[in-house]
Protein backbone atom coordinates (compact mmCIF):
# COMPACT_ATOMS: atom_id res chain seq x y z
CA UNK A 1 0.00 0.00 0.00
CA UNK A 2 1.62 3.73 -0.90
CA UNK A 3 1.89 6.09 2.04
CA UNK A 4 -0.97 8.27 2.21
CA UNK A 5 0.22 11.80 0.63
CA UNK A 6 1.85 9.27 -1.94
CA UNK A 7 0.43 10.92 -5.49
CA UNK A 8 0.78 8.82 -9.25
CA UNK A 9 0.35 10.21 -12.01
CA UNK A 10 -2.56 9.01 -14.80
CA UNK A 11 -4.61 9.85 -17.56
CA UNK A 12 -8.16 10.32 -18.34
CA UNK A 13 -8.74 7.12 -19.43
CA UNK A 14 -8.69 5.92 -15.61
CA UNK A 15 -11.89 5.66 -13.24
CA UNK A 16 -9.87 6.82 -10.73
CA UNK A 17 -10.64 10.41 -11.04
CA UNK A 18 -12.77 11.95 -9.47
CA UNK A 19 -14.68 14.39 -11.79
CA UNK A 20 -14.29 17.35 -9.75
CA UNK A 21 -11.15 17.12 -8.92
CA UNK A 22 -10.33 16.65 -12.79
CA UNK A 23 -12.23 20.16 -13.09
CA UNK A 24 -10.16 22.19 -10.75
CA UNK A 25 -6.65 20.35 -11.66
CA UNK A 26 -7.49 21.38 -15.64
CA UNK A 27 -9.18 24.84 -14.47
CA UNK A 28 -5.63 25.85 -13.24
CA UNK A 29 -4.06 28.67 -15.67
CA UNK A 30 -0.84 26.21 -15.97
CA UNK A 31 -2.44 22.95 -17.25
CA UNK A 32 -4.70 25.09 -19.23
CA UNK A 33 -1.61 26.76 -20.71
CA UNK A 34 0.35 23.42 -21.20
CA UNK A 35 -2.96 22.32 -23.09
CA UNK A 36 -2.45 25.17 -25.55
CA UNK A 37 0.64 24.76 -26.37
CA UNK A 38 -0.07 20.96 -26.75
CA UNK A 39 -2.72 22.11 -29.34
CA UNK A 40 -0.94 24.31 -31.27
CA UNK A 41 -3.40 26.87 -31.02
CA UNK A 42 -3.59 30.80 -29.48
CA UNK A 43 -6.43 29.65 -26.74
CA UNK A 44 -8.37 26.70 -26.00
CA UNK A 45 -11.52 26.82 -28.23
CA UNK A 46 -12.02 23.02 -28.36
CA UNK A 47 -9.78 19.99 -26.62
CA UNK A 48 -9.72 16.65 -27.96
CA UNK A 49 -10.19 13.69 -26.31
CA UNK A 50 -6.69 12.62 -27.78
CA UNK A 51 -5.43 15.89 -26.19
CA UNK A 52 -7.28 14.90 -23.15
CA UNK A 53 -5.74 11.24 -23.18
CA UNK A 54 -2.12 12.10 -23.28
CA UNK A 55 -2.53 14.72 -20.43
CA UNK A 56 -1.26 13.32 -17.49
CA UNK A 57 -2.85 14.24 -14.03
CA UNK A 58 -0.95 14.32 -10.66
CA UNK A 59 -3.53 11.80 -8.27
CA UNK A 60 -4.21 11.62 -4.79
CA UNK A 61 -6.02 8.51 -4.05
CA UNK A 62 -9.55 9.38 -4.69
CA UNK A 63 -10.59 10.21 -1.40
CA UNK A 64 -8.24 13.08 -1.31
CA UNK A 65 -9.66 13.94 -4.47
CA UNK A 66 -12.84 14.11 -3.20
CA UNK A 67 -11.74 15.90 -0.03
CA UNK A 68 -10.25 18.45 -2.06
CA UNK A 69 -13.11 18.81 -4.73
CA UNK A 70 -15.55 19.20 -1.60
CA UNK A 71 -13.18 22.17 -0.34
CA UNK A 72 -12.71 23.68 -3.84
CA UNK A 73 -16.58 23.49 -4.53
CA UNK A 74 -17.47 24.92 -0.93
CA UNK A 75 -14.45 27.89 -1.44
CA UNK A 76 -16.21 28.57 -5.19
CA UNK A 77 -19.62 29.06 -3.60
CA UNK A 78 -18.37 31.14 -0.72
CA UNK A 79 -16.59 33.59 -3.63
CA UNK A 80 -19.55 33.65 -5.80
CA UNK A 81 -22.16 34.44 -2.72
CA UNK A 82 -18.98 36.94 -1.79
CA UNK A 83 -19.42 38.37 -5.94
CA UNK A 84 -23.34 38.48 -5.69
CA UNK A 85 -23.53 40.77 -2.50
CA UNK A 86 -20.27 42.85 -3.86
CA UNK A 87 -22.45 43.66 -7.21
CA UNK A 88 -25.49 44.40 -5.15
CA UNK A 89 -23.65 47.05 -3.08
CA UNK A 90 -22.01 48.36 -5.91
CA UNK A 91 -25.55 48.66 -7.67
CA UNK A 92 -26.94 50.53 -4.44
CA UNK A 93 -23.53 52.90 -4.60
CA UNK A 94 -24.45 53.76 -8.10
CA UNK A 95 -28.57 54.68 -7.24
CA UNK A 96 -26.60 56.83 -4.64
CA UNK A 97 -26.41 59.75 -6.20
CA UNK A 98 -29.43 60.17 -7.44
CA UNK A 99 -31.08 59.46 -4.19
CA UNK A 100 -28.99 62.11 -3.14
CA UNK A 101 -30.44 64.25 -5.38
CA UNK A 102 -33.81 63.79 -5.54
CA UNK A 103 -33.47 64.40 -1.56
CA UNK A 104 -31.90 67.60 -2.20
CA UNK A 105 -34.48 68.83 -4.97
CA UNK A 106 -37.23 68.36 -2.11
CA UNK A 107 -35.26 69.69 0.16
CA UNK A 108 -34.73 66.87 2.23
CA UNK A 109 -30.95 66.86 3.16
Avoid: C, W
Avoid at 42 to 59: K, Y
Amino acid sequence: MAPRNAHSSTTFDSISLDPRFTLYYLRQPSVRDSLVTASGQVAITNIGQEDLRRTLIPVPDLDDQRRVASQLSAQMTSAERLRQTLAEQLDAIKQLPAALLRRAFRGKL
